[in-house]
């Protein structure tokens, strides 16, 4: 469950309603959860909270796809999927991974995409935007000359700072998703606790038994 309230539709503001018209129809996503890419659909109703927020946000989904972009859409949609894995995030990764098709990239590139660095699958101009991303997002912006110098090899500056530009904020939007718990990250993340006795882990049992079992092993009786 999304951690903040969400917004009903009779509650909207006006820039938001033709969105909600277009992703729900006549629904009520709080009542009738769904989209046509299998989401629940609550980022939107989360968003909405805030107005200017929520039309923000929107302005970036239309400044990304805008026909003004340089960018070819292939390389911003691989490194938008990156991003979402880069960050753990269910949603962007699970959504992008859609988008990639609707550009022309193949399955067996977008199956490859979590482990790119040992797929032979990629071009050049691709690997560099996927080092690229990695570097805006696992290391928090420490780009090495040798992976912007790659990445010069073959985009413009003007398609730099648009590729840049996107994945940033795509880095943003799966942080904001895990951390409230929205869309297909509302699930548990996958590196959790599993429930159970903790004695059988401290130093003191494991010095113990590893010398109850040493001594097994030597011969000696455990008696003692």
Wanted: net charge negative.
């Amino acid at each position: 469950m999304p951690r903040l309230r969400r917004v009903r539709r009779r509650d909207l503001h006006p820039g938001a309603q033709p969105l909600f018209q277009m992703l729900f129809g006549d629904r009520d996503p709080i009542d009738e959860p769904g989209t046509p890419t299998g989401s629940p659909g609550d980022w939107w109703s989360t968003f909405a909270l805030v107005p200017d927020i929520f039309d923000h946000a929107i302005d970036g989904i239309a400044l990304y796809r805008s026909q003004n972009r340089r960018l070819d859409p292939t390389l911003r949609e691989l490194g938008q999927t990156r991003v979402g894995w880069c960050v753990g995030s269910r949603f962007v990764y699970s959504q992008h991974r859609k988008a990639c098709r609707t550009v022309g990239i193949s399955d067996e590139k977008i199956d490859a995409i979590e482990a790119w660095e040992t797929a032979a699958c990629f071009d050049d101009a691709e690997r560099a935007v996927l080092a690229y991303t990695d570097a805006l997002s696992i290391q928090h912006g420490r780009v090495p000359d040798g992976v912007f110098g790659a990445l010069q090899e073959h985009l413009s500056d003007e398609e730099v700072l648009e590729l840049t530009y996107i994945v940033c904020t795509y880095a943003m939007h799966g942080v904001m998703s895990r951390a409230l718990r929205l869309e297909f990250d509302a699930d548990p993340p996958v590196l959790v606790e599993h429930p159970g006795d903790e004695s059988s882990l401290s130093d003191e049992f494991t010095r113990r038994e590893l010398r109850k079992a040493l001594r097994l092993v030597d011969g000696e009786s455990d008696d003692s």
